[in-house]
């Protein structure tokens, strides 16, 4: 399985970031998602989307943050708009949960995101 992020960076408070995720993984049978781990914290699960196309969130980013896919560019999407410190952490692109809706089997590198 192939997941390859990018569109991490740096921002001020308030600004937006589009994280991108291109798979090898048959996004229309899978679930995938973004996972995300800040320093000293463990890994949390930010948001996810069925195979249906059924999309989840967690209540810290439910209403700023956006996930969306583009099944024939087997490409996921993660629109972060006005962002917080607090989302500052490495992020990482995932698939397939063994433990709906974010305990994924398989991972990316990750991209930092900043927030300032």
């Known amino acids: 399985v192939q997941l390859v992020e990018s569109g991490g960076g740096s921002v001020q408070a308030g600004g937006s970031l589009r994280l991108s995720c291109v798979t090898s993984?048959?996004?229309?049978?899978?679930?995938m998602g973004w996972l995300r781990q800040a320093p000293g914290k463990v890994r949390e699960g930010v948001a996810s989307?069925?195979?249906?196309?059924?999309?989840h969130y967690v209540s810290d980013v439910k209403g700023r943050f956006t996930l969306s896919r583009d099944v024939a560019k087997n490409t996921l999407t993660l629109q972060m708009n006005s962002l917080k410190p607090e989302d500052t952490a490495m992020y990482y692109c995932?698939?397939?949960?063994?433990?709906?809706?974010?305990?994924?089997?398989?991972w990316g590198q990750g991209t930092q995101v900043t927030v300032s």
């Open positions: 989307i069925d195979g249906d196309g059924t999309t």
């Open positions: 995932a698939a397939d949960p063994k433990v709906p809706p974010y305990d994924f089997e398989y």
């Open positions: 993984v048959n996004m229309s049978r899978a679930c």
